[in-house]
């Protein structure tokens, strides 16, 4: 056995693939090949230290989007190879563990990477809310004994944006209550908790990873809204929730 070939069977020995005669072949001619024998001591020294690397938890955010890539129907051919790639390498990443920081939302804040793998639950679910409806006086008594607090519960049809109806997330491990609601294709989730700040702040409104976020505190309530609409869209559904509850005070 000559040495390129050699030094191609190293790896599909190490992982088991060879034939039981072509692994006896290729543990004959170590002996006669030091280069292949120094790489398969090697490869051996690096999987095992590998296997030794802490792992620790896989953030939410990385698993939603690996489920969104896996989930994600392409009928395009030649479009598919590139996904199941991209897929694969983040399922390996997961397998790995998660070595030296963040591998997602490095930018970005806790917060943030909460909100993007809560709607991404709610994108990829068979469910998108826990209960559905635009009956805003069905939808809020819901949420009585799920969390400590009755959010304000409005169908916002005449603006645009119709209400789904509601579910509960967790954010920053507290339970917290998630309103659903519609633009013409797209999802809005609109998360909010009493707040212990004084005073009204307006929306800011921000951009990135493709979808809009919409951060304000308005009638004793702290929101945060976050859908694939465009940044001037989501500042008008921020605008018509914030008119909504004052009308109804």
Not at 137 to 142: F, I, N, R
Not at 181 to 190: E, G, K, S, T
Not at 233 to 247: G, L, T, Y
Request: proline share 7%.
């Amino acid at each position: 056995m000559d040495c390129p070939t050699c030094e191609a069977m190293v790896e599909p020995y190490l992982d088991g693939e060879l034939p039981a005669g072509e692994s006896v072949h290729f543990e004959a001619a170590l002996d006669a090949c030091p280069e292949c024998k120094a790489k398969l001591v090697h490869l051996r020294s690096l999987r095992v230290q590998i296997r030794e690397l802490p792992t620790a938890r896989t953030p939410d955010l990385l698993r939603a989007r690996i489920e969104r890539e896996l989930r994600v129907d392409t009928p395009a051919p030649r479009v598919w190879p590139r996904r199941t790639a991209l897929a694969a390498s983040l399922l390996l990443a997961v397998g790995a563990g998660w070595l030296g920081g963040r591998f997602v939302g490095q930018e970005g804040s806790r917060e943030t990477d909460e909100l993007i793998a809560g709607y991404l639950r709610i994108g990829l679910g068979d469910r998108p809310v826990d209960v559905a409806s635009s009956d805003s006086h069905t939808v809020k008594p819901w949420f009585a004994g799920r969390i400590d607090y009755a959010p304000p519960v409005y169908d916002l049809t005449s603006a645009g944006f119709p209400l789904l109806g509601g579910r509960v997330e967790m954010l920053d491990r507290r339970r917290i209550a998630v309103l659903v609601y519609r633009r013409n294709q797209h999802r809005i989730a609109l998360s909010l908790w009493p707040t212990t700040m004084s005073g009204d702040a307006a929306p800011e409104v921000s951009e990135g990873d493709g979808f809009a976020i919409a951060r304000w505190r308005h009638g004793g309530f702290e929101m945060r809204a976050i859908g694939d609409i465009a940044p001037k869209s989501m500042s008008v559904f921020a605008a018509s929730i914030d008119q909504a509850i004052d009308a109804g005070r």
